[in-house]
């Protein structure tokens, strides 16, 4: 059970900073705590765990412009986060994580301001259908985090301008994909402020864990492990040099399309999946990481998982019996 609830905010806006204090509130979170941690990057494209820095941004335009490219411990796409970008980080043992009632808690923060709020399906919360934050999640041992934004007032322009757009995703949704599927809050909460928002924040995070929260300072961490977390995000090796080690991946050309599947494989269990397709019908191979995560690396396991794709119509189904019979041929 949570009995202790924190609120830190960071006071500065420096990417490699804030990602380092949060590592550090991983780590030092207590087993019965729940932490909110409130953070600001200035001009930063921040990529997820497993991805390719020059193929999900424009690095060079960005740093011109003076931007920062950072790479994350969680897995998942690539965002833009100005100033009128606020991120949130709920941290907790594995113990009392809980991914709804931490999503309830920015529902209800957005709900006080004056809009509704949904959940989505998949990792974004949307108004009016349209995504106004991006979420991400990491464990470590007994250790974890959910983390995301909030689009309070986001440079639209600056977005697209710095994020590549997927060859799958354009096929699906168009030139303006990147721009068109994201909003502001201040579109419907107008007169929107920065201090309102975290405060509605800190009040939602105490009704729906029922306590009061204790207010942590930047000045009462260790400034020299933060130190030397921020030089590790701050280094080449971390943004660029990682290696992206899928371990495993097959590739095959079906009449609809070229596929390929990239398994990164952890203690015998799918810990991520990439799948890129020329297919016209994008959506489909989109949706398939979102069964084939977590689940054990076997062929059996893939076959059976696969066959429970809520196709939407005949031709999903169709490709999906391809990829079954493939994976069935394949050495795995
Ligand atoms: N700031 C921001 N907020 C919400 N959505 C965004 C943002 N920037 C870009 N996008 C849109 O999301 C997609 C990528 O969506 P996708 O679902 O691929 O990835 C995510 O959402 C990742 C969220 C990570 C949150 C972390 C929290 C603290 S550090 S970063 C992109 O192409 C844009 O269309």
Known sequence: ?????????????????????????????????????????????VIGRNQNAWKECKVESLEENGGHLARRLSGGGAVYHDLGNLNFTFLVSKENYSIDRQLEVIVKAVQKLGAKAEKSGRNDILIDGKKFSGNA?????????HHGTLMMNVNKEMLSK???????KLQSKGVDS??????????????????????????????????????????????????MRTKHFSSWDWRFGRKIDFQ???????????MNIQFQVDKGKISDVNVYSDSLKPMTIEKLPKYLKGIRYHKKNICSELRLYWAEDKQEEEMIADIIEWIKEEEL
Not at 17 to 43: F, G, R
Not at 137 to 145: A, D, K, P, V
Not at 180 to 208: C, G, H, M, Q
């Open 1 to 45: 059970m949570v009995e202790k609830i924190t609120y830190i905010e960071s006071g500065q806006f420096h990417p490699y900073k804030n990602l380092a204090v949060e590592e550090y509130l991983l780590l030092h979170c207590e087993p019965q705590e729940c932490i909110l941690y409130l953070w600001q990057n200035q001009n930063t494209v």
């Open 137 to 145: 999640f990491y464990e470590q041992e007994q250790h974890c985090y």
């Open 162 to 168: 710095y994020l590549t757009v997927s060859k799958e």
């Open 178 to 227: 990147v721009k068109s599927r994201v909003t502001n809050l201040v579109d419907y909460i107008p007169d929107l402020t920065l201090e309102a928002l975290k405060k509605a924040l800190r009040e939602a995070f105490e009704e729906v864990y029922g306590l009061t929260s204790n207010e942590c300072k930047m000045e009462d961490l260790d400034q020299k492990e933060i130190e």
């Open 248 to 258: 495993y991946e097959i590739s095959k050309r079906f009449s609809w399309g070229q």
